[in-house]
């Protein structure tokens, strides 16, 4: 039996379950069991084969709630062959508990659960604690946090702040909170010309040169040059492909894809406008025929600092004698749907190791991250 108190047991036997994006793997019927033990009303609230799981603990409705969002799913494991442990192990060595999801978010997930159980049974609180946890982060997020919020939306079920328990810190422990995220979109170019042999260029329509001057063009203009909280959204340009092996032909097609990370000096649809405006200016330049497709995964958002940030870095500095930085670098994570519920901060481990071989986390940590959260549920209901 898992003691539910314990971070570092409770994130070993989370490792133990192989829990590959979208597979539940017994991590969520873990979790509904034991916080079920401790008090907590859990609802499976699964959706296109997602499983995501809704536990709270005290009055539906309650004046405060404290929520806590999170994922059991994982990435794949590359080659099983490199990893030097079994990646569901949960093997504990040289101060380290190692498998796939350690870092990347299991320990995240057990210690807040642990500070929770903890919590409700030695100072029962007046309001809610939650907890909202996915399986499919990692995935194309399309049926989890999303699933759990519109679920929440339709029960009545609200979080007054939420926690995003994600790692957070480059290097070192307590390091940074994220207040933010950029947003991120992805746009596919596909350019059509006239296919013809290289020998005689005036007989085709070359769509390359169309190609390398709109990707020239869209990397080499700065989006902007920072706001107060975030840094210079970039531009990358991630493949160009024509699928063309013959060097005597001019190819009729090439396809490129460029990724945006955006600050809150932009929205998906103004950062779409601008591509447009570009790819029709080369079109209309060139004779080749441009279409594009967008996605934008997420947009850009600030939870301004104030009352949260403040006090997730008092506990922060209260348990580590050193206060997090306000951050909003990185990539996207499920913060940027919680934000349309209620104001969210992330806060979690060193992020060093998550999604590699040998994915590993300090047993210290884990048991560190635990006191943290325990001290922001205390002085959250006091």
């Not at 093997?91 to 500070?115: C, H, N, P, Q, Y």
């Not at 992805?186 to 769509?207: D, E, I, L």
């Not at 009729?252 to 932009?266: K, L, P, Y």
């Not at 506990?315 to 004698?321: D, Y």
Request: charged share 20%; net charge negative; hydrophobic share 40%.
């Amino acid at each position: 039996m898992t003691n539910p108190t314990d971070p570092v047991e409770l994130t070993a036997a989370l490792v133990r379950c192989p829990s590959i994006t979208p597979e539940e793997g017994g991590a969520l019927v873990l979790l509904e069991r034991l916080l079920s033990d401790a008090g907590f009303d859990c609802t499976r609230v699964d959706r296109g084969g997602v499983a995501n799981l809704f536990a709270r603990w005290g009055r539906k409705g309650a004046n405060r709630s404290f929520g806590f969002n999170g994922h059991t799913d994982v990435v794949p494991l590359g080659n099983p062959a490199d990893w030097s442990v079994d990646p569901f192990g949960a093997e504990i060595r040289d101060g380290f508990l190692w498998g796939r999801g350690a870092t990347d978010m299991k320990s995240g997930v057990a210690a807040f659960a642990a500070a929770a159980v903890d919590f409700v049974r030695d100072t029962p609180p007046d309001g809610a604690v939650i907890l909202a946890i996915t399986g499919d982060e990692e995935g194309d997020a399309q049926d989890g946090t999303t699933a759990l919020l519109d679920w929440m939306a339709a029960q009545g079920e609200t979080m007054t702040h939420c926690l995003v328990g994600e790692p957070t810190s480059p290097d070192r422990m307590g390091q940074a909170m994220k207040i933010g995220r950029r947003g991120s979109m992805t746009a596919w170019f596909t350019f059509t010309g006239v296919q013809g042999h290289s020998a005689y260029p005036h007989r085709a329509k070359n769509p390359l040169p169309s190609m390398a001057r709109l990707m020239d063009r869209l990397s080499s203009e700065p989006l902007d040059q920072g706001t107060e909280h975030f840094d210079a959204s970039t531009l990358a340009v991630v493949t160009m492909d024509t699928g063309n092996p013959a060097t005597n032909v001019i190819p009729a097609q090439g396809r490129a894809t460029v990724n945006i990370r955006f600050n809150d000096s932009h929205s998906g649809a103004s950062l779409t406008e601008w591509l447009h405006s570009h790819a029709d200016a080369v079109a209309a330049e060139t004779g080749i025929a441009i279409e594009m497709r967008v996605k934008i995964s997420g947009e850009s958002f600030l939870t301004p600092p104030g009352d949260l940030s403040d006090l997730i870095g008092d506990a922060v500095e209260a348990e580590l004698g050193t206060r997090p930085e306000l951050s909003t670098s990185g990539g996207t994570s499920d913060a940027r749907f919680v934000k349309d519920h209620c104001p969210v901060v992330e806060f979690g481990l060193v992020g060093k190791t998550m999604h590699q071989v040998d994915e590993r986390v300090p047993v210290k940590d884990i048991e560190t991250l635990k006191a943290i959260y325990s001290r922001i549920l205390r002085a959250y209901f006091a």
